[in-house]
């Protein structure tokens, strides 16, 4: 069964701070891997899909990318701002299934 | 577009009480339907899916049913709430038929309960 882990569970910069967020995966044979954004007490949105045969997507200050062999996905946030604070989670659709890792709370400070 | 809607947003029930959640969805047909919990520092569980009408197939709970008696309604029921039933409850759907490198899912607003 697929799992799928992200590290850090917290992260908290300055405003202005590049950074990465972390995602790992068991099973390589992935439909593709997506980047959610979810404010508190909210559902999710959508921010970047990889699909299996890409290696990166951008949007925007946003690059996802993804190494399948190594089972890793990263997403970089450049030029952090208070708006991007959140929970990110990455989900990998195996299967008909998406798993979802437990998510990364971003708090970026003014 | 496409919308979907979950209510209500916020319920409180006691131990022992039924429960009915309700997802509908807007601008498109057929489409896939999902149920997932999301408790206090763990990730999203699916719960249930469904593909169609009265098609549902059930991942993990033992005292949560689904329905779905009409196209776009999908319902989460329980006969008697439990402690552990709390968390945040999340609908989502895709679009049918599209398995594969670009099928994505689109989620609700969800509803938080709390069984006391």
């Known amino acids: 069964k697929q799992e799928v882990t992200q590290i850090p569970a917290a992260l908290s910069v300055p405003e202005g701070e590049n950074l990465v967020l972390n995602c790992s995966f068991t099973?390589?044979?992935?439909?593709?891997l997506q980047w959610f954004r979810q404010d508190p007490g909210k559902g999710l949105t959508s921010l970047l899909l990889i699909q299996s045969s890409q290696r990166e997507q951008t949007s925007g200050r946003l690059n996802a990318s993804l190494d399948k062999s190594s089972g890793r996905s990263t997403l970089y946030i450049a030029a952090s701002q208070p708006g991007d604070s959140a929970t990110y989670l990455c989900?990998?659709?195996?299967?008909?299934?998406?798993?979802f890792g437990t998510g990364t709370s971003l708090t970026v400070i003014p | 577009s496409q919308t979907i809607h979950q209510w209500p947003a916020t319920l409180v029930q006691p131990v022992g009480s039924p429960l009915s959640l309700e997802c509908t969805v807007e601008?498109?047909?057929?489409?896939?339907l999902y149920w997932y919990r999301q408790a206090a520092g763990r990730g999203l569980q699916l719960l249930f899916y469904s593909v169609g009408i009265g098609q549902i197939s059930s991942e993990v709970p033992q005292n949560l049913s689904a329905s779905r008696p009409q196209d776009r309604q999908f319902i989460l029921s329980s006969k008697k709430l439990l402690l552990s039933d709390s968390g945040f409850y999340l609908c989502?759907?895709?679009?049918?038929?599209?398995?594969?490198?670009?099928?994505?899912?689109?989620f609700g607003p969800g509803t938080r309960l709390t069984v006391l």
């Open positions: 099973d390589s044979a992935i439909y593709n």
């Open positions: 601008g498109t047909s057929n489409p896939n």
């Open positions: 989502a759907w895709s679009v049918p038929g599209l398995a594969g490198s670009t099928d994505t899912q689109y």
């Open positions: 989900a990998a659709l195996t299967g008909n299934q998406f798993y």
